[in-house]
């Protein structure tokens, strides 16, 4: 059954971009690559989930700006960047880690989301962004003003392989004896982090970080760690938008290596669908109602765009 809040969540998106057929409505212009990951020797002890155990699997990574308009240009500089992963388990089974450039997100629950949404609605007389409205809504949601500072002073990247990717929510790693721990995912790119002026980005064009991607991919493999920060009973487990102290330890679970660009999904009808709240024994979700709701929202989005349920992708 359709769930209302996400019909109206995804009307809303669609209503700041606009409706494109065939597209996500959230980060729709992206990038498909054929990933391995290989999990690191601290893995295992803590989380029994198949991935972190044993050798190399197989993994697709997508790439994507955040806007649901496939024709908004790569040098838009307020734009968070996604990397979203789909790792291929024994058995046919996925789990999926999905993750942005932000450090947080904007909202704690699905109906401030749907706010939000609507407070960045374009003025329909100038087609521009209705910052009275934008500004309401986070004079009483202060807990957006992390996100919201970092869109705000986002720079171009100088390529997707040189961002950070942060997954804003919090996961329970359960080990093989049955003890656990919150965790939050985090991709670093091995090359470093790098950004862009707005001229610069704008004098590479509109498309250059698809441009980027297939040109470094085609001369060598780019790597990104994957590191889980490990939240300790002050941090919240529950709140997006709440960034964990800097000082909570850090285990790296593994390496991603990108190989190059993936062409054996998205063809022939075939429909990809990246979902964090798509886990494996090991990995529990939190009570983020934020979470939980994505999977609503994405299945409204899946629907429209290709009219197949998305648990079957």
């Known amino acids: 059954m359709v769930d209302p809040l996400a019909e109206q969540a995804v009307d809303a998106l669609q209503a700041v971009t ?8 959230a980060h729709a212009k992206g990038t498909l690559c054929a990933a391995t990951f290989t999990p690191s020797p601290e893995a295992s002890s803590l989380s029994r989930a198949a991935h972190f155990a044993g050798g190399p699997v197989r993994a697709h990574v997508r790439f994507s700006n955040g806007s649901g308009d496939p024709t908004a240009p790569d040098y838009a500089a307020r734009d968070g960047r996604g990397l979203a992963a789909k ?3 024994d058995g046919g089974a ?17 109906e401030d989301f749907l706010a939000f949404a609507r407070a960045r609605r374009p003025d329909p007389t100038t087609g521009e962004p209705d910052m009275d409205a934008i500004g309401a809504f986070l004079a009483d949601h202060p807990e957006a003003m992390t996100a919201a500072m970092a869109v705000v002073s986002a720079l171009p990247p100088e390529s997707y392989l040189r961002c950070a990717y942060n997954a804003l929510h919090a996961f329970r ?14 991709f670093e790119p091995d090359a470093g982090e790098a950004t862009l002026t707005a001229d610069d980005a704008e004098t590479r064009g509109a498309d250059y970080l698809q441009h980027d991607l297939a040109a470094r991919l085609a001369d060598r493999p780019a790597t990104f760690t994957l590191t889980a920060q490990i939240g300790t009973d002050e941090d919240p487990h529950d709140d997006p938008t709440a960034v ?20 054996d999904r998205e063809q022939a009808g075939d429909v990809l669908v990246f979902d964090p709240t798509r886990v494996t024994d ?32």
């Open 94 to 110: 996925t789990t999926d880690i999905v993750a942005v450039t932000l450090p947080a997100f904007f909202v704690r629950t699905p």
């Open 18 to 25: 606009g409706a494109h057929p065939g597209m996500r409505a």
């Open 282 to 313: 090991g990995i529990e979700l939190s009570d983020d109602p934020i979470l939980a709701f994505r999977s609503k929202a994405y299945g409204v989005s899946v629907a429209r765009r290709t009219r197949i349920d998305h648990a079957e992708t």
């Open 173 to 186: 790693f359960v080990d093989a004896g049955g003890g656990s721990r919150f965790i939050r995912y985090r």
């Open 244 to 263: 964990w102290p800097d000082d909570r330890t850090r285990v790296t679970l593994g390496r991603l290596d990108v190989g190059g660009l993936a062409y």
């Open 87 to 89: 790792f291929y388990l």
